[in-house]
């Protein structure tokens, strides 16, 4: 944003009007931050596929330009060409608005991202609810797809998409308190400089955990891609869309994993925060590139390695495991937070990395305590349902032993 | 003002956002081939025609889902100014968060016991 | 700057309420169900840039959160689900006249509410003097001499909107 004012100033004091100028250096800022992710989505098709390959055990695109690099723009050009079919009796302002706006709802997180210490969009006061109030946008648009296609099956499956998506969100909300919560303020940049003492990804590993669980689920990556599945149901509810606006769902969906890594590191791994950062910007964006994509990394691991789950199994896990690990992890936080105010171990000053220790691992102590309570309590869940098959095979077995 | 400036940013970012990924579809609506016929447009039911209206059975789970979530999502908004101030309060802050967020887990506990969050 | 005798804030000020009457209109006029909700949810994004307007920008991000991502929602599910795909349309009532007196009786009610300040005793001109922080309202929610309690029985509503809803469609499923 400052830099945006100041460009503002250079072209007033260059005679143009200020208003104008002001509205230009906006303008230009928003293209600047929202062709970012657009970009890096090019180079991300290119990594999924490397690396799904690498997974399975094969080599992955490599025939076009170096080790393949070149592959997306083969894809783009091919995607290009492709005609657009529009299905007969489609709703076509709702059908053609509803790829843009699904990718739109990705973009806009950008805006609030803090980059560097010095750049970012803008800083709004808001900036973690923002990032979940556009988050909802994107289940809008979703929907919007699938009725727009006038095939019941593309319905069908964007209403399964939406019941994912919504309930997802729940855990993905509680889950983001807790580091507004600790830092104090809702502002990313705020969060990201209130992990200069310890980044929250230890003070709160719960909360990494149910974010990145639930950020998985919001994207509809494994283990949670039963719509997508391209073997199920006939590829959901964008079946009827061909071409580039296949495409952007595409590309959304990968920008959209990315964008949930950065904001993993923003709120929970420190964000531009390393050595030199202050010095030199350029290294900060380096940093928060860099762990954004270990966390990318992750996800794209779990993604190839793990079985889907079945939407009821999905909706099972949401709303009786998620949703009551996320609310005990959020009281039992609270409470220590009070415990250690009372105690007398907050530290003096957050920046600190010694001062943070003690309430850094109380609060890791609490964690492990809810992990166990949850965890625990699934396993004698799961051990009753085994005693429960088991009592049901149990009188066949034993009709067989007298017949014998 | 400067307040209102970091919002002109946001709007102009709502404007702008969806016009660049339209930027591609349109390229692509004039580099690619148009020719519609019957068979390219009719609805893709495995290889099948359709009969019959298009009718998509009511599922009172959808509903039921959505309604869970509109509660919970009313309960995220006023836990969020609580979490925001939350460093600079004390134990009676936290016994009305307690109090507001065991209300709310009652109600879904009741849910779950009467089966409204299992799918059909 | 100032276009044409408009300040920024003016112009804006028009756009968001084109956005929100232009969208309550569709909403009212236009024949077709689906195309209905989204005009709905274009007056709604129009109210959330009147709250940012407004100096509220925490009530701007509940709006689009809670109206539109969750009550948008569940309109087009209640739309889409009872509703063929190829019959979206639905006929004007002929009794339009008599919801246009209740509406407009209302109207009034609260437009004379506003302008002479028969709520919380202060003035428009007043309200907009008031400047307060999101950190503010996390205070004034828990503070024991401010809005604890419509704080917690807020969370009763909740409670009681859950289970009636869970009620009623449990009544309708076994039907």
Known sequence: MDCINQLAQCLNQGGMDSGLAQFISIFLGVVLVATFPLLVTILLIWVERKFAARIQDRIGPNRVGPFGLLQPIADVVKLLSKENITPAGADKPIYNLAPPFMVAAVLLVWAVIPLTPYHFGVDLEIGALYVITVASIGTLAVMMAGWASNNKYALLGAFRVVAQLISYEVPLAMAVLIPVMLAGSMSLQDIVKAQYGMWFVFAAPLSAILFFISSQAETGRAPFDLLEAESELVAGFNIEYSGMKFAMFFAGEFMHVFTNGVLMAVLFTGGWIGPFAEQAPLLGLIYLLGKASVWYMISLWVRNSVPRLRIDQMMDFNWKFLVPMSILNVLVIAFLLQVIKQVGLTPIDPNNFIQNLPQTVVLLLGNVFVGYIMLSWVRSKGRQARAADEAKKMPAAAVHAVGD | MNVLNEWAFIGVFFLIAPLLPALPILLGAVFAPHKPNAIKTATYECGVETVGDTWVQFKVQYYIYGLIFLVFDVEMVFLFPWALAYKQLDFFAFGAGLLFIFLLTDALFYAWGKNALTWE | ?175
Do not use: C
Not at chain 3, 72 to 84: D, P, Q
Not at chain 3, 117 to 135: C, M, R
Not at chain 3, 150 to 168: K, Q, R
């Open chain 3, 1 to 175: 700057m100032v276009v044409g005798g408009l300040t920024p804030q003016a112009i804006a000020f028009g756009f968001f309420t084109i956005l929100t009457l232009g969208g309550a209109f569709g909403v009212v006029l236009n024949k077709n169900l689906v195309r209905g909700a989204v005009w709905l949810i274009v007056s709604l994004f129009g109210i959330a840039g009147m709250f940012v307007l407004l100096s509220a920008p925490f009530l701007a991000a509940v709006q689009v959160m809670v109206y539109i991502g969750a009550i948008g929602i569940l309109f087009t599910f209640a739309v889409m689900l009872t509703r063929s795909m190829t019959n979206m349309r639905q006929r004007f009532t002929t009794q339009w006249w008599s919801a246009l007196i209740v509406v407009g009786l209302l109207f009034v009610f609260l437009m004379s509410g506003v302008i002479v300040p028969v709520w919380g005793g202060i003035s428009p001109e007043q309200a907009g003097d008031v400047v307060a922080t999101t950190t503010d309202l996390g205070v004034a929610l828990v503070d024991g001499n401010q809005f604890v309690l419509p704080f917690e029985v807020a969370s009763l509503l909740l409670t009681a909107a859950i289970i009636g809803a869970i009620v009623i469609a449990r009544q309708h499923e076994e039907e």
